[in-house]
């Protein structure tokens, strides 16, 4: 970036000048760029490798070539299926919860916005384990779980172990990472837009709509992204607050990996998941373009 | 959880040995319990464990003294030279402290590090990324033991430099069926502890009798939603090859398959399949009957609210575990691993051993200097009438079927 700054500047560039700063962004692209691809691409390409390949005598890897893991995978579908919906409502649900909060936060908050802000930092300070085995005394038959079981007359109503007791702990362990980007769009967000909106006789909804929804989006976009991909992959909530009923994709890979090591039939599954992780996201990148490029047009 | 009893957890954790394999519970509760008295100051005494480098401390024991104290030491005794360290990878608070500073003190050892594994596949996986020659002695589970010896990552014991090798029940050494081609797997290891798997119940809850495992599949449905069950594939396949009375190490299609429809019948009535804190939800009663370790279950009988627990070790058979000692290929230390591994099985050394740990030993000498009190508990030392009935688990949860099988167990476990 500050390379491209400094050669936008006024001053004459000369071929050795251009020589050296050709040098330089690539020095300094060095450290970025290996690091893609040793901790990116590498990996990747030994994972997909992996995923051809056969299982070793003693457990991990041996090499060849088969697509016999791949059709394991469409064989059992189901972790795909548990882990996509608890991630599409886990996002949906931080969207909703965090959306207001971050509005309130950024607009409304005044002089506590600070206070706000290092309130939701705050547990982050405690390691996410321990925040996740809080939850079980919270939601369990001694907490929240046991006390609605009485009120409602029911003694076997529970919540850990059920599907809903697993996203309350994704929703609680996301959640900032959704509302610090909306957060950060807000924040700078052109309060006089919205007055103007109001002069000009938009109600309520429509300046939300029309107005803050559209000013929010790049952050709404991250926000749900950050959020959507480690929910995608959880392992410990699910197995923690699920009591292990509820088998998601980290499940199974534990499963593959570490209790049958069967390192190609684990790695066809992580391929899978990164699979699905890309059509997601793209059907949700192309969507949301795709609103904001119909609505450029309608307001031109 | 209330502060009394976060304070409790970590009283019971500091005074009792930790299940080994409830090691993430434990490191979650000591990381918690370190929180704790970082935010209050003083209030919890700081009685917090150290998980993991308790005994990696480099302790100021003066090895010329500690040289001729050696000497006097008389028993069955080889001689060694000591390299003055000591390695050891194992798991967690897994060797008695005093133990440890008696050996140091013996064989002028001054450095003494202890590094932790969680599982037997991290060691493995530490041991294939390129760890050998980085540590002396380790305590793998003796299921491990082909896998280890066939890449190379463990050697052949010299069992005329161990002679207190020669108090171990062979049964344990023989862990291997020494007429199999596996039985040469025998000569690489030293047992350390064994323990089962079995029934845990709350015998206030749980009035029916349940000896068996083909009684504890019989009684399952009437504890709908109240059973907690280990997430070990290896463990929970012990129960329905037993119950049908086959090897718990079958890999038999026909066998399996059976099981696999006894598996079915369970799945949902299982409250949760929980390894970490499966004593936990017995305690608050959400379980009530489960197929469990022994950890945890020890500490519940002897507290007032919860000694109507109880573990039965099934007598229609269940698996043993045995972790065992080895000496990794290319020590740094070999000396001191010997006179390690000899002390370690001293008889007086070997009963408090298991007096911290309450995991059984496999020394015939040790067992008779053990507190009674121990000797007679079930959940440590096996009942003579589930005795001959025990199998030792070997490694064959690789087995596809076995996995196939497991698998469908923990994807419908619950409704």
């Not at chain 1, 579908?77 to 936060?105: K, N, Q």
């Not at chain 1, 929010?216 to 749900?224: E, F, H, K, Y």
């Not at chain 2, 029916?208 to 083909?214: F, I, L, P």
Request: aromatic share 10%.
């Amino acid at each position: 970036m500050a390379v491209t700054a400094s050669a936008e500047a006024p001053r004459p560039t000369t071929r050795r000048r251009d020589v050296r700063q050709g040098l330089l962004t690539a020095l300094l692209l060095l450290p970025a760029s290996l690091w893609y691809l040793i901790l990116l691409v590498l990996p990747l390409a030994i994972v997909l490798l992996f995923s051809f390949g056969e299982r070793g005598k003693t457990g991990g890897y041996a090499p060849g070539f088969t697509l016999d893991n791949y059709a394991a995978v469409l064989e059992h579908p189901d972790p795909f299926i548990t882990s996509l919906t608890l991630a599409i409502s886990g996002t949906i649900l931080c969207l909703l919860v965090g959306l207001p909060l971050a509005y309130y936060i950024a607009t409304r908050a005044g002089d506590r916005k600070g206070l706000f802000i290092i309130l939701l930092v705050i547990p982050f300070w405690t390691s996410f384990l321990i925040r996740t085995y809080a939850w079980l005394m919270i939601l369990g038959p001694e907490g929240l779980g046991g006390f609605i079981g009485d009120t409602i007359g029911q003694p076997s109503f529970r919540i850990l172990g059920t599907e809903f007791g697993v996203l309350t702990g994704l929703v609680y362990g996301y959640l900032p990472l959704m509302v610090f980007p909306l957060y950060v769009t807000l924040e700078r967000m052109d309060r006089t837009l919205v007055e103007a909106s109001k002069d000009l006789g938009a109600g309520r909804w429509a300046t939300f709509r029309q107005i803050t929804l559209p000013i929010a989006l790049p952050g709404l976009i991250t926000g749900s992204i950050l959020v959507f991909i480690p929910m995608m992959g959880e392992y410990v909530i699910p197995e923690i607050l699920g009591y292990g009923q509820v088998y998601t994709m980290g499940s199974a890979l534990v499963l593959r990996f570490l209790e049958a090591r069967n390192w190609p039939a684990g790695a066809a599954y992580a391929a899978g998941l990164i699979i699905v992780m890309l059509v997601v996201i793209t059907v949700y990148l192309w969507f949301t373009n795709r609103g904001r490029r119909t609505r450029d047009v309608s307001v031109i | 959880m209330d502060n009394n009893e976060i304070e409790r957890v970590i009283q019971r954790m500091s005074r009792t040995p930790l299940s080994r394999r409830g090691f993430l519970y434990a490191s979650t509760m000591s990381a918690a319990a370190a929180f704790l008295a970082a935010c209050s100051g003083s209030s919890t005494n700081s009685a917090a464990p150290s998980t993991a480098a308790s005994a990696a401390a480099p302790s100021a024991a003066a090895p010329s003294a500690a040289a001729s104290a050696g000497a006097s030491a008389a028993a069955a005794e080889a001689s060694y030279a000591p390299e003055g360290s000591l390695f050891m990878y194992n798991w967690a608070d897994y060797v008695d402290l005093d133990n440890i500073e008696a050996f140091k003190a013996k064989y002028g050892i001054s450095e003494f590090t202890y590094d932790t594994y969680a599982s037997n596949e991290e060691m493995v996986t530490k041991l294939q990324g390129g760890a050998t020659g980085l540590y002396d002695v380790g305590a793998p589970t003796a299921e491990f033991l082909p896998s280890l010896v066939d890449q190379e990552f463990i050697q052949k014991l010299d069992f005329s430099r161990i002679p207190n090798a020669a108090l171990i029940n062979p049964q344990f050494q023989h862990f291997y069926d020494p007429a199999s081609p596996q039985g040469k797997y025998n000569d690489y290891h030293l047992p350390k502890d064994w323990g089962t798997t079995g029934i845990a119940l709350r015998r206030k809850d749980v009035p029916d009798e349940v000896n068996t495992w083909k009684q504890f599949f019989e009684v399952a449905p009437k504890y709908s939603g109240r059973i907690v069950v280990v997430k070990s594939a290896g463990d929970v396949l012990t129960a329905p090859l037993k119950a049908l009375g086959y090897s718990l190490n079958s890999v038999d299609p026909k066998e399996l398959n059976e099981a696999r429809e006894l598996l079915r019948g369970l799945a949902p009535h299982v409250l949760a399949l929980d390894s970490d804190t499966y004593d936990q939800k017995l305690r608050t009663e959400e379980a009530v009957l489960g197929l469990t370790w022994t950890g945890g279950v020890v500490d519940m009988r002897e507290e007032e609210e919860t000694k109507d627990t109880e573990y039965i070790v099934p007598e229609d058979g269940t698996l043993y575990w045995m972790d065992t000692w080895v000496i990794f290929t290319d020590p740094p230390h070999p000396e001191a691993s010997y006179a390690f591994l000899n002390f370690i099985q001293q008889p007086d050394v070997q009963a408090k051993e298991t007096e911290t740990n309450r995991y059984a030993t496999a020394n015939d000498e040790a067992k008779k200097l053990v507190d009674p009190a121990i000797l007679n508990d079930p959940t440590v030392f096996v009942p003579d009438a589930a005795f001959a009935n025990l199998e030792g688990a070997h490694d064959v949860s690789t087995d596809p079927l076995r996995v196939e099988i497991w698998e469908e167990f923990v994807s419908s476990v619950g409704g």
